[in-house]
């Protein structure tokens, strides 16, 4: 079955310093995969995603994610963290047919100042 | 102009009653979904429709029955509402390319 994990449900950063959002996905073709970012009270809002080609994704607001097929991976990154940035994250993977996404359970990004 | 929009934004209810939500995309989508986003955050999707037609289905109860008068519009509609269904309703669409556009959202509490 189709799954996605987000490991850290909380992760505290200080503004400036670099970022990383793991996700793992199960799946059994190539997946499409997909982060989004909610602001509290705010709906979704695609970051980045992948379809296929450059395993390296670059996507607003200075974010990018790393696809490694090996290890199932698609993880965020920032290189500098911004307190704008504070919010959940969520990893997603879709079926290339029907485009149902399966969400991970979130990382909620806390930035101190 | 909002791309998919959904009405209400709130919505406080007693249980029993029967409600609507409404989601509608101006941006020429040919499929439209429902998720709902429990307490835990956690996104689930409900349904989905393609021109209209209905796609995906998952495990929801009778109570929930989706409308979708054309390609733009896409209610909600719950009868008999239950405290478990106090959640975050979000209305989606996706021109099929596999990037999904979602609504504000609609805060649904079952009183």
């Known amino acids: 079955a189709q799954s996605v994990t987000q490991p850290d449900i909380h992760i505290t950063v200080s503004e400036g310093a670099s970022l990383e959002l793991r996700c793992n996905y199960s799946?059994?073709?190539?997946?499409?995969l997909f982060w989004y970012v909610q602001s509290p009270g705010q709906g979704l809002q695609l970051l980045l995603k992948y379809f296929s080609g450059d395993t390296l994704v670059q996507g607003i607001k200075g974010f990018e994610a790393e696809f490694k097929r090996s290890q199932s991976s698609f993880n965020l990154r920032k290189p500098s963290v911004h307190w704008s940035d504070a919010a959940e994250y969520f990893c997603?993977?879709?079926?290339?047919?029907?485009?149902?996404?399966?969400f991970g359970t979130g990382t909620r990004l806390k930035v101190l100042a | 102009d909002t791309a998919v929009s959904q009405t209400p934004k709130y919505l406080v209810t007693q249980m029993g009653n029967d409600k609507s939500i409404k989601c509608e995309q101006n941006l020429g989508h040919d499929t439209m979904y429902w998720y709902k986003q429990d307490s835990k955050k956690f996104l689930k999707i409900m349904f989905s429709?393609?021109?209209?037609?209905?796609?995906i289905n998952e495990t929801v109860p009778n109570r929930f029955s989706p409308k979708s008068p054309d390609k733009a519009h896409l209610n909600l509609h719950i009868n008999s509402l239950e405290l478990g269904d106090s959640a975050v309703y979000f209305c989606a669409s996706s021109r099929g390319d596999g990037e999904a556009f979602f609504g504000q959202g609609t805060r649904l509490t079952v009183v």
């Open positions: 799946y059994g073709a190539t997946p499409y």
């Open positions: 997603a993977v879709a079926n290339s047919g029907t485009y149902k996404y399966i």
């Open positions: 429709y393609n021109n209209k037609e209905l796609i």
